[in-house]
C-alpha cells in the first residue's frame, strides 16, 4: 500500500501504488468530445446528479467478437477513473476478449487487478462492470445476436 491516507474521520485507508498509476496515467480514456465512428457499441452507467457516472464505448470485431477498441469517460473520483482504466485494459489483454469472456469480469476481479480499493470506493468497479455490461447489451441489440 501507499501513502496516500484519508484524514476526514478516524478510518484511515490507502490507495495501492496501481491505483495511483491508473488515476495519473488513465489507459483508453476518450480525450476528444466524441468516439471515432466505428466504437459503435455504448453503455453507461450512474448519474453525475448523484454522484458518479461512468461511459464506454467498444469497438467491437463483428467476426469474432472481440473487442479490439475500449474508450471510456467517467464523472467521478479517483478510484472510478483507475477502476475505468484497468477494466480497459483487461478488456483489451491478449488481443482482446470475446464478448462472453467480458461477461465474466466482476467488479471483484477489478479490485483485485487495482491492488485494492477503499471499502467506500468498491461501487467505482460496479459502475465500470455496469457500463460496460450495457456496452455489450447495445452491441448484442444492435447486431440481434
Not at 18 to 33: A, G, S, T, W, Y
Not at 57 to 86: E, N, R
Not at 100 to 109: G, N, R, S
Amino acid at each position: 500500500m501507499s501513502d496516500v491516507t484519508n484524514t476526514c474521520n478516524t478510518e484511515a485507508w490507502f490507495y495501492s501504488d496501481i491505483v495511483k498509476d491508473h488515476f495519473f496515467n488513465p489507459r483508453n480514456f476518450l480525450k476528444e468530445e466524441n468516439p471515432p465512428a466505428d466504437f459503435k457499441a455504448y453503455g453507461n452507467y450512474g448519474s453525475p446528479a448523484c454522484g458518479d457516472e461512468m461511459k464506454v464505448w467498444l469497438k467491437i470485431d463483428p467476426a469474432t467478437k472481440k473487442i479490439v477498441g475500449y474508450l471510456w469517460k467517467t464523472f467521478g473520483c479517483a478510484s472510478a477513473i483507475a477502476a475505468a482504466s484497468m477494466c480497459s485494459v483487461m478488456c483489451l489483454e491478449d488481443e482482446g476478449m470475446t464478448i462472453d469472456e467480458v461477461a465474466k469480469i466482476t467488479p471483484q476481479m477489478i479490485v483485485d487487478r487495482l491492488g485494492g480499493l477503499p471499502p467506500r470506493k468498491i461501487h467505482c468497479s460496479v459502475l465500470c462492470d455496469k457500463a460496460l455490461r450495457n456496452a455489450i447489451n447495445n452491441f448484442v441489440t444492435k447486431n440481434e445476436l
